[in-house]
């Protein structure tokens, strides 16, 4: 048997709808945690813990010139992840268990990653300090 032929036995193939599974966990999850929770370390760096940024301050203040076109999409992953954050990491738990899944040990491990980020968010928005972080950022 040939190189080839052993690798292709090897790696399973790669399930479409749980690549665009990762992809989805992976951009909500980056946009939260980089984007809101950067932007809420930054100011916290500059100014002291931001207890006193709430609805009379407005984040897009502190927001770095050169990102302005992803503060949109850092903004609709705070108010729109207690949401989508659920719903993917359920779904991701319930692709972890495929046996097609489970074969592919890069995806398995990539899915239970991006999965357990997804929980992550929604555990952290439930804490008041997530509550906080949403409405700055949504004011």
């Not at 407005?58 to 992803?70: E, N, Q, R, T």
């Not at 804490?127 to 906080?132: A, D, E, F, I, V």
Request: hydrophobic fraction near 55%.
């Amino acid at each position: 048997m040939s190189t080839a032929e052993v690798s292709m036995i090897a790696v399973p193939p790669r399930s479409r709808g749980v690549t665009v599974l990762v992809v989805l966990q992976s951009a909500l999850a980056c946009c939260y945690y980089v984007g809101a929770g950067g932007l809420y370390l930054l100011v916290s760096a500059k100014n002291g813990w931001p207890g006193w940024l709430g609805p009379d301050h407005d984040p897009k203040g502190y927001w770095p010139a050169f990102l302005w076109p992803l503060y949109l999409p850092v903004a609709v992953s705070v108010g729109a992840g207690l949401v989508f954050a659920p719903v993917l990491a359920i779904v991701g738990g319930a692709n972890l268990v495929r046996p097609s899944v489970r074969a592919n040990r890069r995806l398995f491990w990539t899915l239970a990653a991006t999965t357990l980020l997804c929980a992550g968010m929604v555990v952290l928005i439930m804490t008041p300090l997530g509550q906080h972080l949403q409405a700055w950022m949504l004011d």
